[in-house]
């Protein structure tokens, strides 16, 4: 009997942070081998080039994929994620995994539960059940439907899984593999960010407090992208700290929001701005870690950051049903109104640590469950 | 204000059945203006061509496109997917509609949902919340998901609907429009089907009991396509009466059947056996009605066969939790159980109606409510 | 030093043959190391499913793929020769060969041109410099202009490579390896093939006379299809004698071919025609080297006709500028004139051998250039 | 009688300044109908965004398509042109235009090519027959052996087409529609263009001398990208005077390219350095007209500057054979070389005008046959 072989498929930058700590387990397992997919935005440097992070972390790469068609609109998303489709199909023939797991909501992880699905492979999925609200959680929802096996963050989300109709054998709460990261990062003492990376901008002071703003379209706005994070600048601008900028995702209105950011960048030459494309997943945690507060809209605030106590001010709508702890301020897209709920955060300082999302050992209980689990394709709906 | 401008995909010979209804109530409709695409398997003379049936009945057409790459594999069929999913999302960034339908459940239908919903459309779609086992039950569910207007065919889709956690107010419960053509058809004298259609084989007499045969490869049992049809086949022919067969849809596994279909009529020349591609929806219903007993996988067995109380003969799993009437026999892959089950049902005769999936007024309604209901893209989880 | 890789791409049924001979020599050369592709219409059951003819020869297939967009139309011809390159390039990328090996001049093998050398791969081109008319020979010539190694069939061939500026240094004259399989084939007894193999239809004697049928249909005439294949079966049905068909390839227009070959078939049930998917290469020059006459539109009658002497009736415009010997009666597409062309050939004979496609020794001799050439992908026009 | 469908293909930055002319000399023509397609790196904002240009000229957009694979290197080239070819046989059979009118010879125009020719369409083609060395030369070339109908800009291009057998009698010397565009745009004072468009970097004066840097990857040296436009950037910067870089086009490379040209900017922040991403094509003619030396491997240089008798410095082997004026002063990549022939350059000052592209009619010229010129896609091959 050989090895059962596990695909994971790395599609974006946020997507290895999730599932990284899964990945090594996996690798670890004598009874599980692993085969890596990434693909994606995952493969591009405007989005951080996580492949070669992923090798860096000694990772073996068994295929890439581009399947991003450029544009950055809802019309090239959609394609994207067929062209993805096309690929992965391809690959899924090729590698015969006995699993696939496919990491979260993103519009390009459907494809991969489709092509998966559809090659009557059983298919194990991180983060269903989680309510957020948007085209994120549609997908989530979707790609619940299509999975076998589920992996969800917590009881909250276990429940939702049910009412969906899954199998509650199927449906293990590992809690998040994303704070086994964390966990693991706040072990080792980073040194100063700010001298190790690169990136543009002027050289900030790591002892300093600094804010942290990572902020992506909201695709059901997509229409009303224009605008919306230039406010956000603006806002962080006048709070007169020191600001690290992560670039945006690669969501249909990326390059909108990549413009403005350029645009900003180029009339306040002497703002004291700093812009990353992307860091390493133990890195960002540092990063976040030690920042005053976190500013935008990404899910790592609620969930990373939940964990860590960080001060997050959270912008719109991209996040609105997600569970969250008291240490997140919710605003508007508004200058003023950011600029005051920042300010507040800043005042406030550090939070308690709410582990909502898992306590650190996911990773090591999804590759066990990955290597006993039944590999059976079959589904039924279960009536609550 | 313009009228609203409703896109209608037809992906299938049997998605054809399934929604003539609704398009000609759209067309009917003041306030609606229809947006045809037909594409997939449905522009394909091996599968019916119902691109020209559709033509022939007078709807105009907006696009077609050819999205299926030829293989019959699970590989080929994801792939299909694949480039429908980008099709489709040039198509609707051109045609820009305010609502897309999609219809039940097959693999391609699933690209729709995707391209629309990505594309911030309001997706309905019909036959929704109904369980049936297998990869198309999870296709279905999947599309839910995405969807933002259900259109279930009755009650018990609604109460899985609901447990999905889509919006009450969303549901509609507004029958089935296959059942509407059913309805229709059955005004009309058909005539004598075996002298007004072609098809290939030898010509049997329309006032002699036959048997239809339709089955479809499961694509859940993709693996174990061989020698499933042919039991089927061999069943019939044993039964010693006329026998019409239909040629499979174009699902993984299709191939392998036709295959074995053409082999099977090479070898027994003189059998009463008649083969046809596709007939218009109405004539279908018509063949199913004056038949002695259809027998295979097909839902329509189960769904137009329980209205008109048609004998069927339901062979393996296909079909495995679909609701169903008395009319319906179930046996598995095996020569002499389908011949008994066969021999059972032309001993039987025909049976009495049960409306379970509609009473032949979903088109009207479906239109009416189409040219009503909000446009809204935003989703959240009901729980129940 | 590793051996140098050498990636060949089959992509039809007819290109196997016009390279098997180097299949075989490339695998037997100590200095190489094939990679095999079979793709498009070659790993199609419908087009004779060459990838497992391959594989019944005993060379291992090291990628296939999907790319054949189902629909035998003009538009559906192009898609899947885009969808080809896009596959082909992934392929060559994970393989890495030193040299791409692209055969003659069918739609699809610009596809993999286009992929070889955009991917700055040397790029080797069999059958270079013919002259046919129709867009075959567009092909054939765009191929050229992008190939860096050529390896032309005769001297006439050659002439034509250096007008279109190609590098005398890099075309070599190595005669065609079709007719390699030809000489191979010659030295062995095939026994009775029409024993040997299934196909449809009625039973032949192996040793009455018998006619060959391969019409392909005229892309350059598409919108003329209809009819055409008919008139071919109604004159050589009149000629009385036994006939075996073979199926057409896939370029637009197949389905319509196809479409009127089944409706003769069930029309003219007691004829004596036999139908075939696909033989192997060697079989294939046995079936018309014991042939009466070949009838129809394909070069294998002019190319291996002309070396075995096979009387032949050629079709229409595909062929119109090819060379060749005098075993060819060229006709327009009448059924009246195809019959008197066919009782002509009956009546001649076997003709004497022409040898203006080589002389058997192609596969070795391009094996050997492969293991010594440059490899560059420099190109300069030279004047001539 | 309808008007002539005249479908052309707008692909790239360059395309559109070389069509121009052609365009609304279509445009203004009784006889004719333009359809006008955007695509590829056309509209994408990264490349300057040109279908925005085009629709501030005034132009009716028929169709934009989305076909370009993000990742900026060979294998994405590729893909982006499979990608291409099939998006353009869907709009082409949709449009069903009478004539295609492909531009030059970037990688995506040979996907216009081939869905043209594939369904039958009529296609012309300007530029052919010039020599430049490097993939473009091969693809022009291939691109010539598919179309029926040349444009070429001089008298040496129509013997090199006459050479590759083309029939003499659908070759017409038109000249270039480039230099369409340079007399018309020296027919009017453009301002100072400084303070018209925005751009990154530091302000410049409009009156004092500058240089202009235009440099593309080249692809058959994809390998070798790295440090290479660094050089340019460097030497430049020695030179001491202001410069306008225009970021390179899409090509592989480009990633790395745009990547070197971020760096250098951030590190040399108050290096007179003036970023831009596009200019309609008329100011880019002023853009060049008045600067001090032109340097990089643009085609413009030697085309367009041949005709403005502009200092160029070509670095390189991108643009190896192609004929040029005493105004270019061809160097390889090397700092301090590409600095020795800036300061000659300077020195020099402006050439004499060398009218080897044309003299600027074409574009009325083209339309003019475009709308006589016998529709017919029948070929072959002319011995010279």
Redesign the interface.
């Known amino acids: 009997m050989g090895k059962r072989k596990i695909c994971v498929v790395v599609a974006s930058r946020a997507n290895y942070g999730r599932i990284k700590s899964v990945l090594f387990a996996i690798e670890r397992h004598p009874k599980l081998e692993l085969q890596l997919i990434v693909e994606a935005s995952a493969?591009?440097?405007?989005y951080g080039n996580v492949a070669s992070i992923i090798e860096k972390d000694g990772l073996k790469i068994s295929?890439t994929?581009?399947?991003?068609?450029?544009?950055e609109?809802?019309?090239?998303?959609?394609?994207s994620?067929?062209?993805?489709?096309?690929?992965?199909?391809?690959l899924?023939?090729?590698l015969q995994p006995d699993i696939v797991v496919t990491v979260a909501d993103r519009?390009e992880t459907?494809?991969t539960a489709?092509?998966a699905?559809?090659?009557?492979i059983t298919l194990a999925h991180t983060q269903g059940g989680e309510?957020t609200?948007s085209?994120d959680?549609?997908?989530r929802?979707?790609?619940?439907?299509?999975a076998h096996i589920h992996f969800p963050a917590n009881e909250e989300a276990v429940s939702?899984l049910r009412?969906?109709?899954e199998n509650p054998d199927r449906i293990f709460n590992t809690g998040c593999p994303a704070i086994d990261v964390v966990v693991e990062a706040l072990k080792k003492d980073p040194g100063n960010l700010f001298q190790k990376y690169g990136g543009?901008?002027n050289i900030l002071n790591w002892d300093e407090p600094y804010l942290v703003v990572l902020q992506h379209p909201n695709?059901?706005e997509?229409?009303q992208s224009e605008g919306i994070v230039l406010k956000t600048l603006e806002a962080v601008h006048k709070a007169g700290v020191n600001v690290v900028v992560l670039w945006p995702n690669a969501d249909a209105g990326s390059?909108e929001f990549s413009?403005e950011m350029?645009?900003f960048r180029?009339r306040a030459k002497d703002a004291r701005f700093h812009f990353y494309r992307n860091l390493p997943p133990e890195d960002y945690v540092h990063l976040i870690n030690n920042c005053a507060c976190l500013v935008g809209n990404s899910s790592s605030g609620i969930r990373e950051g939940a964990f860590l106590g960080v001060p997050v001010v959270n912008i719109g709508t991209r996040q609105n049903?997600r569970q969250r702890g008291a240490n997140v301020v919710d605003v508007e897209y508004d200058t003023e109104k950011i600029y005051s709920a920042v300010m507040t955060q800043l005042e406030h300082g550090k939070y308690v640590s709410y582990p909502i999302y898992g306590t650190g050992t996911a990773g090591e209980k999804i590759a066990d469950i990955l290597s006993k689990c039944e590999l059976s394709?079959?589904?039924?709906?279960f009536?609550?």
């Open positions: 493969v591009l440097y405007n295929a994929s581009y399947s991003i068609v450029a544009g609109n809802l019309v090239t998303m959609a394609k994620t067929g062209l993805a489709l096309m690929e992965l199909s391809v899924f023939g090729e519009f459907l494809a489709i092509a699905s559809y090659l009557n309510l609200g085209i959680e549609s997908v929802h979707a790609i619940t439907k299509l939702v009412q969906l109709g543009t901008g695709t059901n997509y229409d390059a413009k350029r645009m180029a049903c394709v079959e589904k039924r709906f009536h609550v």
